[in-house]
């Protein structure tokens, strides 16, 4: 195993958990909201990141809000660029607008993810909330810009069956490839939605989708947890500074992700927490996984671990 970097080489940043989308996959819908009240990265949050965002080679910005309606959204892209990283931005595109892209590829953004789940009108409004003529507009403004357009997919059984009309979409409109992922239940019924129920009829879908992008030269990757790398590479700060070790999670209670601290703890103490030590040895053998990993989406592919009650979690 190579050896851990004295700071991790990734960062993701929360600019802020606000959203106004109704998307459907979302735990923003079932958190507790006196738990996790609504805010943004502040200005001290952002000093406090320097030396991180020294040492880094990639930020990607994004959480559970979308980064279009934060206020420090452009001032993070542009501090990160002058550090000298490679930054991306993902976004369901709430307040995503053609002159908001023109000032993000000012500001040096390098790749614009849109989470987009369909290629249809009628499945982008079920469970988006937003009109497939919006998510043209947005790769079109992009194309002739700096940004690089990439799709995020939350594979599910209403949109399953539209991903390889999603990779002819890319094909047509410049856009460099899709990054599918299962869906994460947080409620009875979305557990129903999850293709992990019955994951053999889902799996022609994905077969013609791979074919498709591989003749067009499309990027594809379809869900394949082949095990988790973040606590050895990878910090996630939080809007109100609260520091993880991975990106699963990060609303409160903290039972699905791996708490590091707080900003004003400090790089070292972040990077060298003791949840993370403890994940890294596991990883070798030399101690058990923390228990919010032993059972993680990102770990291990099975129904149960993609399942989040937090209705439950809030009882």
């Not at 960062?11 to 609504?38: F, K, M, Y």
Request: hydrophobic share 45%; with cysteine.
């Amino acid at each position: 195993m190579s050896p851990l970097p004295p700071l991790p080489p990734r960062l993701q940043i929360e600019v802020t958990n606000r959203c106004a989308l109704g998307c459907t996959s979302c735990a923003r819908h079932h958190w507790d909201t006196a738990a996790n009240p609504i805010g943004d990265l502040s200005e001290d949050t952002l000093d406090r990141l320097a030396p991180l965002l020294d040492s880094a080679i990639e930020v990607t910005v994004g959480g559970y809000g979308d980064p279009t309606e934060g206020p420090m959204l452009l001032p993070l892209v542009r501090r990160a660029k002058e550090s000298g990283c490679s930054v991306r931005l993902i976004t369901g595109g709430a307040k995503l607008t053609p002159r908001l892209i023109e000032e993000l590829a000012d500001a040096g953004l390098d790749r614009l993810v849109l989470s987009m789940d369909g290629a249809t009108d009628a499945t982008l409004r079920a469970l988006r909330g937003v009109p497939l003529r919006a998510w043209l507009k947005w790769i079109r403004a992009a194309r002739p810009l700096r940004p690089i357009v990439q799709l995020n997919f939350v594979a599910q059984w209403p949109n399953i069956a539209e991903l390889p009309a999603l990779v002819q979409l890319c094909d047509d409109e410049g856009v460099a490839g899709i990054h599918a992922f299962h869906l994460k239940s947080y409620t009875p019924d979305t557990l129903e939605c999850c293709l992990l129920t019955d994951l053999p009829a889902a799996q022609p879908h994905f077969d013609a989708a791979a074919a498709l992008a591989a003749r067009l030269g499309v990027f594809l990757h379809l869900p394949n947890p082949d095990g988790c790398r973040q606590p050895f590479e990878h910090l996630f700060v939080r809007h109100d500074g609260a520091v993880r070790g991975c990106c699963s999670g990060l609303f409160e209670p903290a039972d699905f992700g791996l708490v590091a601290g707080r900003i004003e703890d400090g790089p070292e103490a972040l990077w060298e927490a003791p949840l993370l030590q403890q994940f890294r040895a596991a990883s070798i053998g030399d101690a058990d996984f923390p228990d919010a990993c032993t059972a993680c989406a990102w770990r291990v592919p099975t129904l149960e671990a993609h399942r989040r009650p937090l209705a439950v979690l809030r009882a």
